[in-house]
């Protein structure tokens, strides 16, 4: 029999050696094994988390950390887990549409911006009202505006210094206000070179009796209506809330400014709306379609949204000399938001691109 340096049979040796070292062997393969599930649990962010599809998206490193910039920028935080991965998700679809769009090289783009992380039905439930019903218009209502050769081939009024900085109307449906106080604003200072910030809590708040439904949604020319009986402050004496309030009846008791009537610009005439915004900036109705609206960022938009009216906007310009034709609309969404809160639409014949040569109305002094 042979032995081997330690005098013991080998076959003996192999025995003792393999139950000394099997052991240890065992206890080092559960230490690395159990080492990644000790990692999971001390991320306080995958504390607890089973479901396939959350770790699926904790796998993709690098839309995480886009999504954690957006937060940051938009200092924005969620309460539960839950609604962290909901609104990752909604990045995540949201982002992927934006790349998508802007490989296509249309004639408008799209960006990460404030709304990045609301699903569509979660972004027209916040920041769209319900389709309006288009009224019947009297032809007596229907001002008439002629072709004008004399009229600029080009023009913003911006730069005459008739439209006020951009205004952010928050989680309330409240643009046909922002829309209404925008164009009488515009209107004051072409007709006496002054002008202030007028009020759209005071149309959210009292308005009710001429039809509209404060954050519930309504129309330029309901808060025209009103401001011909009652006049509008000035913002700075009745601040913006962004929510139904009742109405401050103490605060409105001097109004800053009136108007004498309000007028349509004859519907789905291009012809007649483009010589009008040769006078004054108009309140328009749009279909703001969320596919477009939601992240635009810059350039004509020249794809329809339909004609489903649920947002109110407001023409402060054109530019015929472009090789699209198109007009300049105020939004009030924040200056964040597209072209520093505009929007560049093309202009078209017939009810227009997103329904814009709709519905077209002014206050008149």
Same mark, same amino acid.
């Given at each position: 029999m042979m032995e081997n340096s330690f005098g013991i049979d080998s076959k003996k040796t192999f025995k003792r050696y393999t139950r000394f070292l099997l052991p240890i062997f065992g206890l080092i393969l559960i230490v690395f094994s159990i080492l990644p599930i000790l990692n999971f649990i001390n991320d306080p962010i995958r504390q607890g988390f089973s479901d396939p599809f959350k770790r699926k998206l904790r796998q993709k490193i690098s839309d995480e950390n886009e999504f954690q910039e957006f937060l940051e920028r938009y200092n924005k935080n969620y309460e539960t887990e839950d609604e962290y991965f909901t609104h990752f998700k909604n990045f995540l679809i949201n982002y992927s549409f934006i790349r998508y769009h802007n490989m296509l090289g249309k004639s408008w783009t799209l960006s990460i911006n404030k709304f990045a992380d609301?699903?569509? %039905?979660?972004?027209?439930s916040q920041f769209l009202m319900n389709k309006i019903d288009i009224p019947l218009i009297s032809n007596k209502k229907i001002a008439t505006f002629?072709?004008?050769?004399?009229i600029p081939v080009d023009l913003?009024?911006?730069d005459t210094g008739a439209v006020l900085p951009i205004r952010d109307q928050g989680r309330c449906f409240s643009s046909w206000a922002f829309s209404a106080a925008s164009s009488i604003e515009s209107l004051?200072?072409?007709a006496t070179?002054? %002008?202030?910030?007028?009020s759209p809590q005071q149309l959210v708040d009292c308005s009710g009796s001429?039809?509209?439904e404060g954050c519930y949604g309504g129309t330029p020319s309901q808060?025209?209506?009103?401001v011909i009986l009652n006049g509008i402050v000035k913002d700075s004496k009745y601040p913006y809330l962004s929510t139904n309030e009742d109405c401050q009846k103490k605060k409105i008791k001097k109004p800053y400014v009136k108007i004498s009537d309000f007028n349509y610009v004859s519907p789905n005439d291009a012809e007649s709306l483009l010589n009008a915004v040769a006078q004054q900036p108009i309140s328009v109705m749009v279909d703001a379609d969320p596919k477009i609206w939601q992240f635009y960022h810059s350039g004509i938009l020249t794809e329809d949204c339909g004609t489903g009216l649920n947002h109110a906007v407001v023409i402060v310009g054109y530019n015929n000399t472009d090789a699209t034709p198109y007009w300049i609309v105020r939004n009030s969404w924040g200056n964040w938001w597209g072209e520093e809160g505009y929007i560049r639409i093309a202009n078209v014949a017939g009810s227009g691109i997103c329904g814009i040569n709709m519905?077209?109305?002014f206050p008149i002094f």
């Open positions: 609301l699903s569509t %039905t979660d972004f027209q002629e072709e004008n050769p004399q913003d009024w911006r004051q200072y072409i070179n002054k %002008t202030a910030s007028l001429f039809g509209s808060a025209f209506s009103y519905l077209p109305t």
